[in-house]
């Protein structure tokens, strides 16, 4: 008899859940949602398919074409944000929204330029002394 007040709130209360797709609740602010990368700033480090723990990030370089590629399978990822933190120029970022469902397995690839290295410092000549080295000096003699 101790369950039959909850049997009856439940029969005349609308459902716990919501019929998602149907119905998508507002999400929080700090929501962890659908990946993006602004593949401009990206310069193709590998950081991110490195320390993904669902491995759903490629990074390719092509260096013959000068061009890199990022690719995100992006129903694999489980929305960590690790590559987010772990990216060194901040490419990365999350919405607070998901990605609509889909019934296909789908990958998403960005290309871009590789970014031009920095110019190489000037090597000091193989038969250039060792900066900071002391010429060798003349030792007293000893006295007596
Ligand atoms: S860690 Fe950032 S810069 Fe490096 S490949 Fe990933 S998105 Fe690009
Ligand atoms: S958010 Fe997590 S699972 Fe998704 S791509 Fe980044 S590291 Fe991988």
Redesign the pocket.
Known sequence: MKLLPTVLANLFSRPATRDYPSYVREPFART?GE?VNDISRCIFCGT?AR????Q??AVVKDSARAEGSWS?EFFA????????EACPVHALS?KTTHRPVAVARAVITLRAALPARPAKKDKPADNAEPAGKDEPTEKDEPAG
Do not use: A, D, Y
């Not at 320390?51 to 669902?54: D, E, Q, R, T, Y």
């Not at 990822?77 to 987010?84: E, F, T, W």
């Open positions: 962890r990946l991110c320390k993904c723990p669902s759903c990030l995100l990822c489980v929305g960590c944000g690790v590559c987010v999350q």
